[in-house]
C-alpha cells in the first residue's frame, strides 16, 4: 500500500541546510495499523506531511497504492489528497460554521459529489461513529471526543487508502482518547491502513506495530512488544 | 449544480461576516455613488448654462456703434459713429463667412399700437430677414419678414404671441391691420421665441419701412450677423477683419475699440465650454478619488478576509481542495459584494440624480447620466476587488495546510 524508498528532505535556514529526514525506507501493507513515535525534531511531522503529500521529498521514492507520488503540481497533489488519504488532527480542525453533517460532507463537496448524496453518507458515517443524532450541531456545541470522531467520519468518507492520524488523542482527556482508539482499531479491522503520528507510548502500544525514528532515521520498527515501551518514557 | 454548491458556500461565508460585508460594500457602494453624483451634477450645471444661451445664435456677432477713444488721422476723438444700410451692404458683400445677417433700427420710445378699441403699448424693431436665425424666432402662423418686404417698403408686421394674444384674443390675426404710431400696418405673420415672454412682446417691421416712414433716414441701429461653421480661432480673425473693414470706412483706429464694438456669442460660449471642461476634469478626479478610496477599501478587507480564513483554507486544502478552487472561491465572494455593492450604488445615485432634476434651480437643469459609466466604474471596482483579492489569495491557497492549521 506504501513504500518509501530512501526518502530524504532537507530545509534551507538561513545558511545552513538542515537534513530532517536522512533516508527513510518503509512499507505498509494494505490494513496495517501502525504508529509514528519520535521526539520534535526527529523528523515526524515532516514524514508526516511527505505521507499526506503536503510536502514534496528531495530524494527517493513514494509510492502510494502503485502510483509514484512525485513532482505533482497543487492541483494534482489535491486530487490524490481527496481521493487517497483521510486526514485526522490533534485539534480536529473541523469548520465551526457547519454543522457535523457538514463538515463530514466536506471532502465529497471536493469530488463534485451531489448535495443530497452527500448528505446521505455523511448520515452513514456519523452513524458508525455513533454521532447520527448530533448531525445538525455546530462543532462547539461537542464535546471534544465527539468533535475527534467527527473529524474520524470525515477521514472515512472518501473511503481512501489511508488514514493519517496526527495526534489525534493529543488534546482528549485518556478515557476519550482509549475510545478514539477504539474508533481506529474499528476502522483498521475492515481492513482500512491507519498511520497514526503520536508521542504516548499507551496509545502507540494499542497499534499493531511501531516506528521510532530519530534524528532523521528509523530507530526500530516492530511490534509494540518488541520496540520496548517500558524504555522509551515520555519525550 | 456545482456552481450552486460554490455559491451555498459563498453566501453561508458572506452570512458569518455581516459587518466585513457591510463594510466593504459601503466603499464601493459610496465610491460609485459619488461618482454618479458628480457626473449627474456636473451635466446639469452643464445644461443649465447651455439653457441660459437658448436665446441666441451661439454663433452670432453683435456689432454695435459707439464714439471714437483716439484721434485719428486729423479727427478729434469723441466722435459718434453711425450706421447706416451703406455699412449693412459692406458686410453682405465683403464677408463669405457671414450666414445670416440683419440690421435693427429701434422706433424712438414705444409706439402706440392699435388694433378696433384696443390701444396697447409694445417696442417694435424694424429688421432684415436675418433676423429670424439671430433670435432663433419661431413662426407660428403666417410668415417673417421677407426681401420683397424690404424691396417695396410694405407696411407688414410680424408680431409676438403676448402681442397677438393682448390684441386679438383667439381670433385670427393674420391679414388683419392694426396701427402702430399713426401707421397702418397688415398682419403677416406671428411668432414664439424661445427667449421667454419679453421677447415675445415685440412687433417686428421691415427695417427700410421703418427708415422711411418714421425718419426718412438710412440709419441703423446696430447690425447683428451669424457666422458659418467657424473655429473660435476664425470667429475672432472675422471679428477683426469686421473690425478693420468699419475702421477704414468710417475713419477710425483700427486699434479704436470703442468705436465700433463686436461681441461675439461664441467667444462668451466658449468660456463657458472652458469652464465645464475644466469641470468635468475635476468631477472626473474627484470620482475616480473615490473609486480608488474605494479600490484600496477593497484590498484591506480582501487581506482581512485571507488572514482570517487561513485556518479554514488549510482543512480545505487538507480535505482535498485544489488550489484552484481556493481562490476562486475567495475571489467569488469579493466579486459579488463588490458587483451587488456597485449595483446599489448606481440605483441610489441616479435616484438623488432624478430628484435633482425635479428641482426647479437657476444654471442647473436636466442633469443626466451616462449608465455606461456607472457599469464600468462597477466592472472596474470589481476587477479591482478581484485583483486585490487575488494575491492574497494565492498566497493562501500556497501554504501548508498542516502548519496553517497549527497557526
Do not use: C
Request: charge should be neutral.
Amino acid at each position: 500500500m506504501i513504500q518509501l524508498k530512501n526518502i530524504r528532505k532537507s530545509y534551507q535556514t538561513g545558511y545552513n541546510r538542515l537534513e530532517v529526514l536522512k533516508g527513510i525506507d518503509l512499507h505498509f501493507e494494505e490494513g496495517a495499523f501502525a504508529s509514528i513515535m519520535g521526539s520534535s525534531g526527529s523528523g515526524k511531522s515532516t514524514l508526516l506531511n511527505i505521507l499526506g503529500i503536503l510536502d514534496e521529498y528531495d530524494e527517493g521514492e513514494y509510492r502510494l497504492d502503485g502510483t509514484l507520488i512525485q513532482g505533482l503540481s497543487q492541483t494534482e497533489a489535491a486530487k490524490y489528497r481527496n481521493q487517497f488519504i483521510g486526514f485526522v488532527f490533534q485539534s480536529f480542525n473541523l469548520l465551526s460554521f457547519k454543522t457535523a453533517a457538514e463538515n463530514v460532507a466536506l471532502p465529497l463537496y471536493y469530488q463534485k459529489v451531489d448535495r443530497n448524496e452527500r448528505h446521505k453518507r455523511a448520515m452513514e458515517y456519523l452513524d458508525m461513529v455513533g454521532l447520527a443524532d448530533w448531525s445538525d450541531h455546530l462543532p462547539t456545541q461537542l464535546s471534544g471526543g465527539q468533535q475527534q470522531r467527527v473529524a474520524i467520519a470525515r477521514a472515512l468518507i472518501t473511503q481512501p487508502k489511508v488514514i493519517l492520524a496526527d495526534e489525534p488523542t493529543g488534546a482528549l482527556d485518556s478515557k476519550t482518547s482509549y475510545e478514539v482508539m477504539e474508533l481506529f482499531k474499528k476502522v483498521n479491522k475492515e481492513g482500512m491502513t491507519v498511520l497514526i503520528v503520536t508521542h504516548e507510548n499507551d496509545i502507540a502500544a494499542m497499534t499493531k506495530q511501531i516506528i521510532r525514528l530519530r534524528d532523521g532515521l528509523i530507530e526500530s520498527n516492530g511490534s509494540p512488544v518488541s520496540a520496548s515501551p517500558k524504555t522509551a518514557g515520555h519525550d | 449544480m456545482i456552481d450552486f454548491d460554490k455559491w451555498r458556500e459563498i453566501l453561508n461565508s458572506i452570512q458569518r461576516h455581516p459587518l466585513r460585508t457591510i463594510l466593504t460594500a459601503l466603499g464601493v457602494f459610496w465610491g460609485i455613488f459619488m461618482l454618479i453624483i458628480l457626473l449627474g451634477a456636473g451635466d446639469g450645471l452643464q445644461n443649465g448654462v447651455e439653457y441660459e444661451f437658448r436665446d441666441d445664435a451661439i454663433n452670432s456677432m453683435w456689432i454695435r456703434n459707439g464714439t471714437t477713444s483716439m484721434p485719428h488721422r486729423g479727427l478729434p476723438k469723441g466722435r459718434r459713429i453711425e450706421f447706416t444700410n451703406e455699412d449693412f451692404d459692406l458686410l453682405r458683400e465683403q464677408f463669405d463667412d457671414i450666414e445670416h445677417l440683419t440690421g435693427r433700427y429701434y422706433l424712438s420710445g414705444d409706439q402706440m399700437t392699435v388694433y378696433k378699441d384696443k390701444r396697447l403699448s409694445f417696442s417694435t424693431r424694424a429688421v432684415h430677414p436675418g433676423h429670424r436665425y439671430l433670435e432663433n424666432t419661431l413662426v407660428d402662423a403666417g410668415r417673417y419678414i421677407s426681401e420683397r418686404d424690404l424691396k417695396e417698403v410694405r407696411k407688414v408686421a410680424v408680431i409676438g404671441r403676448i402681442v397677438k394674444q393682448d390684441l386679438f384674443g383667439e381670433t385670427d390675426a393674420i391679414g388683419k391691420e392694426i396701427e402702430i404710431g399713426g401707421i397702418v400696418y397688415t398682419v403677416v405673420g406671428t411668432y414664439s421665441d424661445t427667449g421667454g415672454e419679453n421677447e415675445m412682446r415685440i412687433i417686428y417691421i421691415p427695417v427700410t419701412t421703418a427708415q422711411k416712414v418714421y425718419a426718412g433716414t438710412n440709419r441703423l441701429h446696430q447690425l447683428m450677423l451669424t457666422t458659418n461653421d467657424l473655429t473660435l480661432e476664425e470667429t475672432k480673425q472675422l471679428e477683426n477683419k469686421v473690425h478693420a473693414a468699419f475702421a477704414a470706412k468710417h475713419d477710425f483706429s483700427v486699434n479704436d475699440r470703442r468705436a465700433v464694438s463686436i461681441f461675439s456669442a461664441a467667444e462668451e460660449y466658449q468660456k463657458f465650454v472652458n469652464l465645464f471642461a475644466a469641470i468635468k476634469a475635476f468631477v472626473w478626479f474627484v470620482g475616480l478619488g473615490s473609486i480608488i478610496a474605494g479600490v484600496i477599501g477593497i484590498s484591506n478587507i480582501m487581506l482581512i478576509v485571507v488572514k482570517d480564513r487561513t485556518r479554514e483554507i488549510g482543512v480545505r486544502k487538507a480535505l482535498g481542495a485544489t488550489p484552484y478552487s481556493i481562490v476562486s472561491m475567495i475571489l467569488q465572494e469579493s466579486i459579488l459584494i463588490t458587483a451587488i455593492a456597485g449595483y446599489l450604488g448606481l440605483l441610489a445615485g441616479v435616484g438623488v440624480i432624478s430628484l435633482m432634476e425635479s428641482m426647479e434651480v437657476n444654471y442647473f437643469r436636466n442633469p443626466q447620466v451616462d449608465l455606461s459609466v456607472g457599469f464600468v466604474a462597477t466592472l472596474v471596482l470589481v476587477i479591482a476587488g478581484a485583483l486585490a483579492g487575488w494575491m492574497p489569495a494565492r498566497q493562501a491557497a500556497r501554504i501548508n495546510p498542516v502548519e496553517a492549521m497549527r497557526s
